[in-house]
């Protein structure tokens, strides 16, 4: 995400002509942009330049012209547009990259979407339930794919994993863990849209733990209630700085859940335990191969074979889930994650503030309507005063 934001345009401009996606072995590469050059984008750029030739960064947008022209000449776009109308009129775009604050990822997805171009959005994709119902009808509307960033479901062993679940080889789930557990200093929400409700949409529970929780749901599916509790404990944020959770699936399996900015050895931190084996994985921002391990229960030796990894050390990361939103597009597939998908994720994320300040469990599907949690992940009230530091001379 970046500090700039740039504007959608009020009024849509007239869809453009759908160019048709390459197939293996077409005759030219697919086309993207990116909207918002911060320091997420970097990371949005170099997996297009690892992909390269078949697809390319042909232009970018930011509300900072000049970070925005020093982008494009790193990363090799050749145009820089004003605005995201300009871009979205001129170009003839297979992919837009949304790489700006939370608060103008659902406006400038949804402007791309009626353009009829394909829309990869940074996490969280919206800032509540309601935003991300309206991106899901819009996608459905126009038949262009509205996608969002969860990238640690790409790796070669999270693959492996949710392959071997679908396959019932591990038996039943019978109990996970979840931990995000990072550090962040105050100085971190010098930004003016860090650590405001209205902006990013929540605490570490929305900006931080969502992608191994995401993690976590794609491993073990559909989620059926959780209690939950969140607290601001010391950092200057107008959300809470960490959460915990703990949650039944509908397939009987149990999880605990924390999202946490105020710990000082950093880690994250997923562990399944299966009938016939545990399997975990732990590292910080991004894990390879060698950050996962698999213990078969007694009797159950054999499955080790079927974990065998083939060794690989890249970081699971934005390459990953490009390199197979590229197949598919390229394939004429819906790609992953789709918006109806991520609504899965985002719905957790609702519940957990849900509960956690009505002070109830709540069930999957329960946050509907006029619920105010379905519009604010604080749900309309302010949990807690405004932050204000601690005085000198009271301490």
Not at 189 to 204: A, K, Q, T
Not at 354 to 370: C, N, Q
Request: glycine share 8%; proline share 8%; net charge negative.
């Amino acid at each position: 995400m970046t500090d700039a934001t740039p504007t959608a345009p009020a009024t849509p401009t007239a869809p453009a002509t759908p160019t048709a996606p390459t197939a293996p072995g077409g005759s030219r590469p697919l086309r993207a942009a990116i909207i918002g050059t911060g320091a997420i984008a970097h990371a949005h750029a170099q997996a297009l330049a690892d992909l390269a030739p078949r697809i390319a960064l042909v232009a970018v947008v930011d509300v900072d012209v000049d970070r925005a022209a020093a982008f494009a000449q790193r990363f090799g776009a050749a145009v820089v547009h004003a605005d995201v109308a300009a871009l979205l009129d001129a170009e003839r775009l297979d992919l837009v990259h949304i790489c700006t604050p939370p608060q103008t990822h659902v406006p400038l997805a949804i402007a791309a979407l009626r353009a009829g171009v394909a829309a990869l959005v940074e996490k969280p994709t919206a800032l509540n339930l309601a935003e991300m119902d309206e991106l899901v009808a819009v996608s459905r509307e126009t038949g262009v794919p509205a996608l969002t960033v969860f990238q640690h479901r790409f790796g070669g062993a999270a693959q492996r994993l949710q392959a071997l679940v679908a396959a019932g080889v591990l038996g039943r789930p019978l109990v996970a863990t979840c931990e995000t557990l990072w550090h962040r200093t105050p100085d971190y929400f010098d930004l003016p849209w860090r650590g405001r409700w209205d902006i990013e949409g929540g605490g570490p529970t929305m900006g931080h733990g969502i992608h191994q929780f995401d993690l976590l749901l794609a491993v073990l599916g559909p989620w059926a209630r959780l209690t939950a509790f969140a607290a601001r404990q010391s950092l200057p944020t107008d959300t809470e700085d960490v959460s915990m959770a703990l949650v039944e699936f509908d397939n009987g399996a149990l999880a605990t859940v924390v999202n946490s900015i105020v710990s000082p050895r950093e880690t994250s931190r997923l562990r399944f335990d299966f009938e016939y084996a545990t399997v975990e994985v732990e590292h910080l921002y991004g894990y390879t191969d060698a950050d996962w391990t698999f213990t078969p229960a007694p009797g159950h030796e054999h499955l080790a074979a079927q974990w065998t990894t083939d060794g690989g050390t890249d970081v699971s990361g934005h390459r990953g889930q490009l390199a197979a939103i590229v197949d598919a597009l390229s394939a004429g597939e819906t790609p992953a994650v789709a918006a109806e998908d991520a609504r899965r994720t985002l719905e957790f994320a609702a519940a957990t503030y849900a509960s956690a300040f009505r002070g109830v469990p709540i069930r999957a599907g329960e946050i509907t309507g006029d619920d105010p949690f379905r519009h604010a992940m604080h749900g309309g009230a302010v949990p807690w005063p405004p932050y204000e530091p601690a005085r000198e001379d009271a301490r």
